[in-house]
């Protein structure tokens, strides 16, 4: 298998569930990344990590909770979640994260999971 | 101030016509990258075309090709011969190679929809 997968690809959860979200890398990058896509708003970045190191939390409340116990996965646990939560969780990869060098590495997205909170 | 703008909310175009998706950006880093994404109903981000800063030359992909007019800080997508199943959300968006750290920044997207 190649790209990025993404499991479950739908889910339905109450307010009071815990659950997770897996994301999977078969293209050999060191970092990955959580993004939340809500109708109707740009992409919002949630969380970055470079080799299993998280780099990034873009104040994201604490009822999101990622993992990253490898270079290939990650994770992101959700527990009492609220309806605003509601959107499609796109995870994301790159060979390397841009900063002190010049170049800027292109992201490659999973086809994402799209969450309903009841 | 918005780094990235996408003016056009939705756009029609005839199939087999070319069409362009307009971006517009602003940032004082000299050296980002411009991507475009598109993003089908099905839901998945797929990576299209992307155009460094310093390149001397439109970057091409295929139907895809980027307009990019840097004094303007324009990255316009051009999608040539237009197939029904180009219809779906396209985004541009960009990263700042030395003050932009982790981040892509996304524009807001264009819905193209291809007629027969």
């Known amino acids: 298998e190649t790209g990025v997968t993404q499991t479950p690809r739908h889910l339905v959860m109450g307010m009071t569930n815990k659950k997770s979200l897996k994301c999977e890398q078969h293209l050999g990058h060191n970092a990955m990344y959580w993004y939340k896509q809500s109708a109707k708003k740009p992409l919002e970045l949630m969380f970055v990590y470079s080799l299993e190191e998280r780099v990034e939390n873009n104040s994201v409340p604490s009822r999101f909770s990622p993992e990253c116990p490898n270079s290939s996965h990650l994770f992101l646990h959700l527990h009492t979640l609220q309806p605003e939560d509601s959107a499609l969780y796109l995870c994301a990869s790159s060979q390397g994260i841009t900063g002190q060098s010049s170049v800027v590495y292109e992201q490659y997205f999973g086809p994402g999971t799209r969450l309903t909170v009841t | 101030a918005q780094k990235i703008t996408q003016t056009q909310p939705g756009m029609f175009v005839q199939e087999k016509e070319a069409v362009t998706l307009d971006c517009t950006y602003d940032t004082s880093d000299p050296s980002y990258g411009l991507f475009w994404y598109k993003q089908p109903s099905s839901g998945e981000m797929i990576f299209l075309i992307y155009?460094?800063?310093?390149?001397?030359q439109n970057a091409t992909e295929g139907r895809y090709s980027l307009n990019f007019q840097k004094a303007r800080k324009s990255a316009n997508l051009v999608i040539s011969a237009s197939q029904l199943g180009d219809s779906a959300m396209y985004f541009c968006?960009?990263?700042?190679?030395?003050?932009?750290?982790?981040?892509?920044?996304f524009g807001a997207g264009t819905r193209l929809f291809v007629k027969a």
């Open positions: 155009q460094g800063s310093y390149d001397q």
């Open positions: 968006a960009m990263r700042e190679g030395y003050t932009g750290g982790f981040k892509t920044i």
